[in-house]
């Protein structure tokens, strides 16, 4: 399948937006230079060159990277991504990206994020389990309950993550790990109820919050949602429960459109036929790059990153904007949405869902314990409605919710810092 041109933005301008938007609000904050260093350079980054042969009979080549941001809050926490554009500098702000999430979802993590050049569109599922266990061969001695504990991110899933589980048990002759090694794996293998819909069903209690407070109704929210994954599908199939409308959605294959509303068991059954949305019969196939300023009251972008610029910014309809992606807003773009009184629910406390069960996930294996799926849903529901309160009361503006969270997880780092007798 042929990756669409749009949104293939360069990673730099997604970079450098993360760190302008931490280095201001750190400073906002009263932070000097040196503190802030702490803030935007990343711990420890490991570069792997992988070699595996693959099903065409061929060693490839292919890099990879381990990003540990931070551990002032504890081990470093965050996805492995598997893309054809990762690079060390996009993983290390994903990194930093994870170390603001933790501390502001309030968790005792900090914040990494691994990543593995390969497109997984191209790959057959043999082959891409080839790759993760060269990659976990490879990052051993880098993963760990108290080092770096991955979890699912773009291209990967509970299934890569079973492989991580039992690549390091099988290695070390064990039949299970000592401790958490890995979030996001089946729960036949160790890991939680809830953990594949956390982030989405997170992502919808934040929408649920900002509703209650905005004096909106979900169920006559129009919405647009870029991305079919791990979680642009569970916020369409739960939206779609609240009764809200999807008018819009699209993955790499394509958009599609109905101003009327998506019938999502269709979207559904030729997604599990299909594994991709173009063509679809739901809908009108439209335009990728006019899906996110399509006509609708709230756009869920669930894909990649600095998909919002500043042009998309100035077109956009939508009064609320929920990122579900990591970094889907360039700072240039923030402002423009600012200014337009556009509300923005930050990706740090939007899709940190996901996380937070992880964190579940991980006390679960750790005390052999054993969770349900109604615990999951009820801590999950409560920690993600206390969290939203506490950024919604800090900030000066709705418009202004970035910055609060942000400033939030800032100032908790800071005081893990001194805490911890590195900053006075
Ligand atoms: P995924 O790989 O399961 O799905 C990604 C989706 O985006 C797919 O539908 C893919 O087709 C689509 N996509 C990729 N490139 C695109 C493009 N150029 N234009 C339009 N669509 C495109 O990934 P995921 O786990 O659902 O992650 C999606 C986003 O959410 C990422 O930004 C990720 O970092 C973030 N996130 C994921 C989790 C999690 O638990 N999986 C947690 C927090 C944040």
């Known amino acids: 399948m042929q990756a669409l041109p749009i949104n293939s933005l360069n990673s730099s301008a997604t970079v450098s937006s993360i760190c302008d938007t931490v280095?201001?609000?750190?400073?906002?904050?009263?932070?000097?230079?040196?503190?802030?260093?702490?803030?935007?350079?990343?711990?420890?980054?490991?570069?792997?060159?992988?070699?595996?042969?693959?099903?065409?009979?061929?060693?490839?080549?292919?890099?990879?990277?381990?990003?540990?941001?931070?551990?002032?809050?504890?081990?470093?926490?965050?996805?492995?991504?598997?893309?054809?554009?990762?690079?060390?500098?996009?993983?290390?702000?994903?990194?930093?990206?994870?170390?603001?999430?933790?501390?502001l979802i309030d968790v005792p993590f900090g914040g990494g994020k691994a990543g593995i050049r390969v497109d997984p569109h191209q790959l057959s599922p043999d082959?891409?389990?080839?790759?993760?266990?060269?990659?976990?061969?490879?990052?051993?001695?880098?993963?760990?309950?108290?080092?770096?504990?991955?979890?699912?991110?773009?291209?990967?899933?509970?299934?890569?993550?079973?492989?991580?589980?039992?690549?390091?048990?099988?290695?070390?002759?064990?039949?299970?790990?000592r401790g958490c090694f890995v979030t996001g794996k089946p729960v036949v293998l160790g890991g939680i109820p809830g953990r594949h819909d956390a982030t989405g069903a997170g992502v919808v209690t934040t929408l649920q919050c900002i509703a209650e407070r905005m004096g909106l109704h979900l169920d006559r929210q129009r919405v647009v949602i870029q991305g079919f994954g791990n979680v642009g599908a569970v916020v369409a199939n739960e939206l779609i429960k609240h009764g809200?409308?999807?008018?819009?959605?699209?993955?790499?294959?394509?958009?599609?459109?109905?101003?009327?509303?998506?019938d999502m068991q269709v979207v559904n059954t030729y997604f599990k036929e299909h594994q991709q949305l173009s063509g679809c019969p739901a809908g009108c196939g439209i335009d990728p790059e006019q899906l996110l300023v399509m006509d609708c009251d709230v756009l869920i972008p669930a894909a990649i990153g600095g998909v919002i610029d500043a042009s998309v910014a100035t077109n956009i309809k939508a009064s609320i904007i929920a990122e579900a992606a990591n970094g889907p807003t360039l700072s240039e773009a923030d402002?423009?949405?600012?200014?337009?009184?556009?509300?923005?629910?930050?990706?740090?406390?939007?899709?940190?869902?996901?996380?937070?069960?992880?964190?579940?996930?991980?006390?679960?294996e750790t005390q052999r314990d054993q969770w349900t799926l109604s615990d999951v849903q009820q801590r999950l529901a409560q920690r993600m409605c206390q969290r939203f309160d506490t950024v919604w009361q800090t900030a000066t503006a709705p418009q202004r919710l970035r910055e609060a969270a942000m400033g939030l997880a800032i100032e908790h780092l800071h005081q893990g810092l001194i805490s911890r007798g590195l900053l006075t």
């Not at 291209?155 to 039949?175: L, N, P, Q, R, V």
């Not at 809200?244 to 599609?256: E, F, N, P, R």
């Not at 600012?338 to 992880?358: E, H, K, M, T, Y």
């Open 244 to 262: 809200a409308t999807v008018v819009g959605i699209s993955d790499v294959s394509g958009a599609i459109a109905n101003p009327n509303g998506l």
């Open 23 to 103: 280095t201001k609000i750190a400073r906002q904050h009263g932070m000097d230079e040196n503190e802030i260093k702490r803030f935007i350079e990343p711990k420890e980054v490991i570069r792997l060159r992988l070699s595996p042969r693959l099903s065409d009979g061929q060693v490839h080549h292919l890099s990879a990277w381990i990003v540990r941001h931070s551990d002032t809050l504890g081990p470093a926490k965050g996805g492995i991504r598997m893309a054809a554009n990762v690079d060390e500098s996009i993983i290390s702000a994903l990194a930093m990206e994870m170390t603001l999430k933790t501390a």
């Open 127 to 177: 082959d891409k389990q080839v790759i993760i266990r060269s990659f976990t061969n490879l990052a051993r001695r880098h993963i760990g309950p108290e080092v770096y504990i991955p979890a699912p991110d773009m291209g990967t899933g509970e299934k890569e993550m079973g492989y991580i589980k039992d690549s390091i048990a099988y290695g070390e002759g064990h039949a299970t790990t």
């Open 335 to 364: 402002a423009i949405l600012q200014q337009r009184g556009i509300v923005v629910i930050p990706d740090i406390l939007c899709n940190a869902g996901g996380v937070f069960v992880s964190y579940l996930e991980y006390t679960q």
